[in-house]
């Protein structure tokens, strides 16, 4: 889907930007790379990498898991970061119609230089950081408050004097231009003018004058009988254009099919190797672990993954997990959607689990016997691009209904 739209800055007159998945499509195919070699080396569903080269970004979950894909797509064709994101915020805007986010709640996990050590270090501001920082930007702003406000005096000093200026300037010009009232014709030009001598009128010609007032008056009566249904006519036109007019609303929570967990959704693997294999899973993780509480450990080996999650009732978080990097998760209670889960190994409580999915796309939750509280999707995702959970989206979606129909009555 190519929009044929020139960039408005762009003054060279060069023709428009080049979408993303154009772009990705192009070097794809130079370097004869087909999508399904690109999903064995990314992991990434062949779906979600058709949406990407189509623009489809309501194909495509949050933004955050949009990022993570192209980020992945780009570095298998060796293609610059900073342009391939540029490119991506660019379509983004043209076709959703609103910047990207900014993702100030998303994480990039880097690992440490000891692979066995899985403190995950947050590259990206934190959202305290970035409150601190907004802190020092009002401190800076209060020291220039003083010259903002002596510059807007001056400017309506200024501008005060020119309309004052422009105002005397038009009375000026109406006052020559003004209507000095009737004119008087001299006395001796009034005793030479002839008075007029009216005419008398014949019997004929006052009949045929009063047949001719007849006539127009039937003829006006007409004209008023033709005129009354094509007004109503009018009328009813005039309704259905206001009808077609007035947009429907949007809706900020769209009707979303929930499905109350029943299933496993994992399955616990106490004797698979990968539980006394220090790469996969480090011995300081394993001495972390709390019986008391849920112990997640995530670590993509493969490739990268994408997830949003939450711990207790603190706020829905996402993150970027790379090849090679982890996360450690402890609550008393643990739901997550994994974006990329065939990358990744998941180890619950100290052993894997096997989280199989044809989609790519996983939800947990922990511990298991908890499922029937939540619904499917986890975190489903609003218009304004916020996640909330399936029992909150809930609520807010009735709500909205509730009140478009008060709305309609």
Same mark, same amino acid.
């Given at each position: 889907?190519?929009?044929?739209q020139s960039d408005s800055n762009n003054s060279s007159g060069e023709g428009?930007?080049?979408?993303?998945?154009?772009?990705? *499509?192009e070097r794809r195919l130079a370097k004869n790379f087909t999508l399904e070699k690109i999903s064995q080396k990314t992991k990434i569903n062949l779906s979600i990498l058709r949406a990407i080269e189509a623009n489809d970004y309501n194909g495509l979950p949050s933004p955050a898991y949009i990022k993570g894909f192209v980020t992945s797509y780009s570095k298998t064709l060796g293609l610059d970061r900073d342009e391939v994101h540029s490119k991506m915020e660019y379509t983004y805007y043209q076709v959703?119609?609103?910047?990207?986010?900014?993702?100030?709640? !998303?994480?990039?996990?880097?690992?440490?230089?000891?692979?066995?050590?899985a403190t995950p270090?947050?590259?990206?501001?934190?959202?305290?950081?970035? /409150?601190?920082?907004?802190?020092?930007?009002?401190?800076?702003? &209060?020291s220039l408050l003083p010259l903002a406000i002596f510059g807007i005096v001056v400017i309506a000093i200024v501008g005060g004097y020119q309309i004052v200026s422009s105002v005397i300037k038009d009375e000026v010009d109406a006052s020559k231009q003004q209507d000095l009232g009737p004119t008087f014709e001299s006395s001796a030009a009034l005793l030479n003018e &002839?008075?007029? !001598?009216?005419?008398?009128?014949? !019997?004929?010609? !006052?009949?045929? &004058?009063?047949?001719?007032?007849?006539?127009?008056?039937?003829?006006?009566?007409?004209?008023? *009988? *033709?005129?009354?249904?094509?007004?109503?006519?009018?009328?009813? *036109?005039?309704?259905?254009?206001?009808? &077609? /007019?007035?947009?429907?609303?949007?809706?900020?929570?769209?009707?979303?099919?929930?499905?109350?967990?029943?299933n496993k959704l994992y399955t616990l693997l106490p004797d698979a190797p990968e539980n006394d294999n220090e790469e996969l899973l480090p011995a300081d993780i394993k001495s972390k672990m709390n019986s008391s509480i849920q112990n997640v450990y995530i670590r993509a080996t493969d490739g990268n993954t994408w997830l949003s999650y939450k711990v207790d009732e603190r706020p829905i978080e996402s993150a970027i997990i790379e090849k090679g990097k982890d996360l450690f998760l402890q609550g008393t209670q643990l739901r997550i959607f994994l974006g990329n889960v065939r990358v990744t190994k998941i180890f619950y409580n100290n052993k894997l689990i096997g989280a199989d999915s044809k989609s790519g796309v996983k939800s947990l939750i922990f511990p298991e016997s908890n499922n029937s509280q939540y619904y499917l999707p986890l975190f489903p995702k609003a218009k304004d691009d916020i996640l909330y959970t399936g029992e909150e989206y809930m609520k807010r979606m009735k709500l909205e209904e509730d009140q478009l129909k008060e709305e309609e009555n």
């Amino acid at each position: 889907m190519m929009i044929e739209q020139s960039d408005s800055n762009n003054s060279s007159g060069e023709g428009p930007v080049q979408l993303l998945g154009e772009f990705l *499509k192009e070097r794809r195919l130079a370097k004869n790379f087909t999508l399904e070699k690109i999903s064995q080396k990314t992991k990434i569903n062949l779906s979600i990498l058709r949406a990407i080269e189509a623009n489809d970004y309501n194909g495509l979950p949050s933004p955050a898991y949009i990022k993570g894909f192209v980020t992945s797509y780009s570095k298998t064709l060796g293609l610059d970061r900073d342009e391939v994101h540029s490119k991506m915020e660019y379509t983004y805007y043209q076709v959703v119609g609103k910047a990207f986010p900014a993702l100030n709640h !998303t994480h990039n996990f880097k690992a440490q230089e000891n692979t066995k050590s899985a403190t995950p270090v947050e590259v990206e501001q934190a959202p305290h950081k970035v /409150i601190e920082n907004s802190k020092n930007v009002l401190e800076s702003s &209060k020291s220039l408050l003083p010259l903002a406000i002596f510059g807007i005096v001056v400017i309506a000093i200024v501008g005060g004097y020119q309309i004052v200026s422009s105002v005397i300037k038009d009375e000026v010009d109406a006052s020559k231009q003004q209507d000095l009232g009737p004119t008087f014709e001299s006395s001796a030009a009034l005793l030479n003018e &002839k008075p007029a !001598t009216p005419k008398v009128e014949t !019997t004929e010609e !006052t009949e045929v &004058k009063e047949e001719e007032v007849t006539a127009a008056a039937e003829s006006v009566k007409v004209e008023e *009988k *033709k005129e009354e249904p094509v007004v109503a006519k009018v009328e009813e *036109k005039k309704e259905e254009l206001v009808e &077609k /007019i007035v947009p429907e609303k949007v809706r900020n929570f769209p009707s979303v099919d929930f499905r109350k967990v029943r299933n496993k959704l994992y399955t616990l693997l106490p004797d698979a190797p990968e539980n006394d294999n220090e790469e996969l899973l480090p011995a300081d993780i394993k001495s972390k672990m709390n019986s008391s509480i849920q112990n997640v450990y995530i670590r993509a080996t493969d490739g990268n993954t994408w997830l949003s999650y939450k711990v207790d009732e603190r706020p829905i978080e996402s993150a970027i997990i790379e090849k090679g990097k982890d996360l450690f998760l402890q609550g008393t209670q643990l739901r997550i959607f994994l974006g990329n889960v065939r990358v990744t190994k998941i180890f619950y409580n100290n052993k894997l689990i096997g989280a199989d999915s044809k989609s790519g796309v996983k939800s947990l939750i922990f511990p298991e016997s908890n499922n029937s509280q939540y619904y499917l999707p986890l975190f489903p995702k609003a218009k304004d691009d916020i996640l909330y959970t399936g029992e909150e989206y809930m609520k807010r979606m009735k709500l909205e209904e509730d009140q478009l129909k008060e709305e309609e009555n």
